[in-house]
């Protein structure tokens, strides 16, 4: 089968031919039909998470169940699926027995990371990761929902704000641009920031529209008027000015500035982004106005599954713009140097 396979770390994606793999007991293999780019997976390919080499990338697949192994109960062949990064939990661990399976300490295997991903004619999944999809959900976007799309409706569920509260979202690109529209969907008043116009511009023609957008570098103080103007406080906020909870997806140390300076006295940040500079927060945000850091990893199988009931709706748009596995380096290089819009995603 057609594959892109690293052989080596820091060198261009390539296309190879590769065997076809067969599922074991409790697994399925998936004739991949998109699989998606991510951030992780420039990560991967850079050597962060030291990855077996070789090995095949993208931890976004979407496809059709060719094949079963063994017991696999509520899937059969033709069914279309997604499927999460890990492998099923451990059960053992404290996190496992205290219901946090997505920060499971036992041995995970991690499509696109540990194992080989979705990038290629065909996966193997366990049963465990996979997401049944809607009719109405195409496959590069549903690849998009994988890792993306359940990673920023994941974090929006971490920042816990009551309903009709508000959310400012920071870095509108492959997941912020899903995350304003669903935080919207979900009756929150919205605020979109980021670096480029273009991006904020992507997000208003959107059906659920960011409330307020703001271009970096901005007057906060002024920010703060507009959003005056439109937000409607959760119980929690009343008679606090900015945000109940931000969201941090962009890497840039300056978001740290402004997601703090945008949320509300006794509000909470939410980290998403990785920045390789670390975390830049002033103790006078934290002490003297409590503001809450929280980090949010990739929600669980139940929220993937939760989130797929949102998108049946088709008002929720996911920006996809598509490459041939030829393709792929040009697509990572477009990508690393930011003048990508939305997800990027490799239909086979």
């Not at 690293?6 to 076809?20: D, G």
């Not at 994941?154 to 304003?180: E, M, Q, W, Y």
């Not at 919207?184 to 997000?203: E, P």
């Amino acid at each position: 089968m057609k594959a892109i396979q690293i052989k080596a770390y820091k060198t261009p994606y390539a296309v190879s031919e590769v065997p076809i793999p067969k599922p074991g007991p409790g697994q399925v293999l998936i004739k991949i039909a998109a699989g998606g780019f991510c951030h992780t997976d420039q990560m991967v390919l850079d050597g962060a998470f030291r990855s077996p080499l070789p090995y095949i990338g993208s931890h976004e697949p979407a496809g059709t169940i060719v094949e079963i192994a063994g017991d696999v109960a509520g899937y059969k062949v033709g069914d279309r699926v997604g499927a999460l990064t890990a492998s099923a939990p451990c059960g053992k661990c404290t996190d496992c027995k205290a219901g946090r399976e997505t920060y499971c300490d036992g041995q995970r295997k991690g499509k696109g990371i540990t194992t080989d991903g979705a990038w290629a004619e065909y996966m193997v999944s366990d049963a465990y990761s996979l997401i049944p999809l809607p009719p109405s959900l195409s496959f590069p976007t549903a690849a998009a929902l994988m890792c993306a799309g359940i990673t920023i409706y994941s974090a929006i569920l971490r920042a816990s704000v009551p309903p009709r509260g508000s959310i400012a979202i920071i870095g509108i690109g492959g997941l912020g641009h899903i995350g304003t529209q669903l935080a919207k969907k979900m009756g929150y008043t919205v605020v979109a920031v980021d670096v480029k116009q273009d991006a904020l511009d992507l997000a208003m023609s959107f059906t659920h529209a960011p409330d307020v957008c703001v271009l970096a570098g901005e007057d906060i103080k002024e920010v703060l008027e507009r959003l005056d103007k439109v937000k409607v406080d959760g119980t929690e906020g009343k008679g606090y000015r900015g945000v109940d909870a931000t969201i941090l997806v962009s890497d840039h140390p300056e978001s740290f500035k402004t997601g703090a300076a945008l949320t509300r006295k006794h509000g909470k940040l939410v980290l998403v982004g990785q920045p390789a500079g670390g975390i830049t927060m002033t103790f006078m945000d934290l002490i003297f106005r409590d503001l809450t850091l929280v980090g949010s990893l990739m929600g669980s199988v139940q929220e993937a599954k939760d989130l797929m009931k949102v998108m049946e709706g088709g008002d929720v748009t996911v920006h996809v713009k598509q490459w041939k596995p030829e393709e792929a380096e040009e697509m990572r290089v477009e990508a690393h140097e930011g003048r990508s819009k939305g997800k990027n995603v490799v239909v086979f």
